[in-house]
């Protein structure tokens, strides 16, 4: 099983232009997330697709690997989805350009569900992280997730999920990690489907598998790190470096 690793690098970003040239203790964001990505050991090749000839240089200037998409792309499964149509891979993992904590142990979870899934009934994989902070589970910036007796999801929200009519009822809440596992097969046919008002309307691209009836398998992972979103994350994120 051939497996790749494709880290989705756009140059412009609503809420904080720019943000994966931003200095993290004397390299770029994107820069660290690709050298994190590579040091796991766990993938054939790992590639940085963008549609910036800045972040395409800073990567290929460092002996990293990029790809130029040929194309506009409304998500990074879009992006992903171009670059790897003619490649002969099997598995894809996605990781965040703005995930420069990214470590083995998540990843490797979230590889291991196709090597236990012979039948290939699993469509895609990712990963969930607990919070009981109340700001940050009403913080429309953290995807939340939740899902069956069999950890797969059933809807993704920007919303608190479940809603707390009930707030003794036991409900826990999962912060839905930015690192997708896709079969080649179920990214391609992500491409080619049209956006539905679901997806439309919660800017969450992984709704779109969930509309057109893919299974999505989610590992419960306790490694938080800090995604790099908002100039706030970035301070954060460089206090932890230290």
Not at 6 to 35: H, W
Not at 94 to 116: A, H, M, R, W, Y
Request: negative net charge; aromatic residues 10%; hydrophobic residues 40%.
């Amino acid at each position: 099983m051939k497996i790749i690793s494709m880290i989705p690098a756009r140059y412009s970003a609503s809420r904080f232009p720019a943000k994966l040239m931003q200095d993290l203790a004397g390299k770029s964001v994107i820069l660290r997330t690709y050298e994190a990505t590579v040091a796991t050991n766990l993938f054939d090749d790992v590639y940085v697709v963008t549609d910036s000839d800045i972040i395409f240089n800073e990567i290929v200037n460092h002996g990293g690997k990029a790809i130029m998409s040929q194309k506009e792309h409304q998500s990074g499964s879009d992006r992903i989805a171009e670059a790897v149509e003619n490649l002969d891979v099997d598995i894809v993992v996605n990781v965040q350009g703005d995930e420069p904590f990214t470590e083995q142990e998540s990843l490797k979870k979230v590889i291991e569900v196709f090597k236990d899934d012979p039948n290939k009934e699993i469509d895609l994989a990712s990963l969930m992280v607990e919070i009981t902070d109340w700001d940050e589970i009403t913080n429309p910036n953290t995807v939340k997730v939740i899902v069956d007796q069999e950890n797969f999801a059933l809807y993704f929200s920007r919303s608190p999920i479940p809603y707390p009519r009930d707030k003794e009822a036991g409900a826990r809440y999962f912060k839905h990690k930015g690192i997708y596992a896709f079969r080649k097969q179920a990214l391609l046919d992500f491409y080619n489907l049209p956006m539905q008002f679901i997806e439309a309307t919660e800017k969450i691209e992984c709704i779109r598998y969930l509309e057109y009836g893919k299974r999505i398998k989610m590992v419960e992972t306790t490694i938080q790190g800090v995604e790099v979103d908002t100039p706030e994350d970035l301070e954060r994120a460089r206090k932890l470096w230290k």
